[in-house]
């Protein structure tokens, strides 16, 4: 199956500062992947996602890349508040699994004021 | 409902027993996933239910787990003879149809089993 590696597990970043999270992926079928933030006791929400057929997608402060030759994407957050501390999760979908989700192990992001 | 809906937010039970988690997706999503997480682990996939019928149930670890999705709607997940493995939080998530579309997850149902 997917084999999903996220890093780095935690991270610490001062509020206004950027944070990067690097995930890499087993499948080259896989052609979804969506991050996720999960607030404490909450479920996971979805933040940004991007498709196969796309390099680079943003919204405001945040953006994903992927590299489909490298099996590698990354979540970048600019100009960090501490609203944005949180468990990321980094996801991704193969084609042929109807939708399921192959997860990383998270990264705790810490914004200090 | 505006989101999906999961209960019990916690349930602690003794090991042996049994358990049922209930899961309410948003009105309309034919898809419906369950995950299991453990601390400091992402959602493991358990089980994918496409309407009524179980399309992928290969993430279910034995078979003391079980799950239905009787009108299409509302699910269960059952677990028997609970052990203090089991002990973790269980997520449910659902989206508009399969493949790549939004899932959107409830809450959880933290398990403590003693």
């Known amino acids: 199956g997917e084999n999903v590696e996220q890093h780095p597990s935690t991270l610490s970043v001062q509020e206004g500062d950027s944070a990067v999270i690097k995930c890499t992926y087993s499948?080259?079928?896989?052609?979804?992947f969506p991050w996720y933030k999960q607030e404490l006791g909450k479920g996971p929400q979805l933040i940004i996602d991007i498709r196969s057929n796309v390099g680079e997608k943003k919204d405001q402060r945040i953006a994903v890349t992927l590299n489909k030759t490298a099996k590698h994407f990354s979540l970048h957050i600019t100009e960090t508040q501490p609203e944005d501390s949180a468990v990321y999760f980094c996801?991704?979908?193969?084609?042929?699994?109807?939708?399921?989700?192959?997860f990383g192990r998270g990264t705790q992001l810490t914004v200090w004021p | 409902g505006a989101g999906v809906s999961q209960t019990p937010s916690n349930k602690v039970t003794e090991k042996g027993k049994y358990v049922e988690l209930r899961c309410d997706p948003i009105?309309?999503?034919?898809?419906l996933y369950w995950y299991r997480q453990s601390l400091g682990q992402g959602p493991e996939f358990l089980i994918y239910?496409?309407?009524?019928?179980?399309?992928?149930d290969s993430g279910l670890p034995n078979d003391r787990f079980f799950a239905v999705r009787p009108e299409g709607s509302v699910s269960t997940l059952k677990i028997q003879r609970t052990e203090r493995g089991d002990s973790a939080v269980y997520l449910c998530?659902?989206?508009?149809?399969?493949?790549?579309?939004?899932?959107?997850f409830g809450q959880g149902t933290r398990l403590t089993v003693v």
């Open positions: 998530a659902s989206s508009l149809d399969r493949g790549g579309t939004e899932a959107f």
């Open positions: 499948d080259s079928a896989s052609n979804y």
């Open positions: 239910f496409q309407g009524t019928g179980a399309a992928d």
């Open positions: 009105s309309g999503h034919t898809a």
């Open positions: 996801a991704a979908v193969r084609g042929s699994t109807l939708g399921r989700l192959y």
